[in-house]
């Protein structure tokens, strides 16, 4: 018994398909990295702007994090 061949009509269908996991997969490649992966940061940020994310995680209850990703999203 012959194993079924896809044809190119079947290939770009599934590529057209999948596009965004076949260029998460090929980013993964180069990068080693994952867009939906959480990397940690040192950053240095004013005494007064440490105060308002603090303000607004105790007002939110969201993680700081959570709230500057939202406020970067929203530009």
Do not use: A
């Not at 018994?1 to 599934?14: Q, V």
């Not at 990295?33 to 004013?46: A, G, M, N, V, W």
């Not at 209850?61 to 990703?69: A, H, M, R, T, V």
């Amino acid at each position: 018994m012959k194993p079924n061949k896809m044809n190119n009509k079947e290939i770009n269908k599934i590529m057209k398909k999948y596009k965004y996991v076949f260029e998460t997969l090929e980013n993964y490649d180069k990068t080693h990295e994952l867009p939906f992966q959480r990397k940690r940061i040192d950053i240095t940020l004013s005494v007064s702007t440490i105060n308002k994310l603090k303000k607004l995680r105790d007002k939110t209850g969201k993680p700081i994090s959570q709230i500057i990703e939202e406020k970067i999203k929203n530009c």
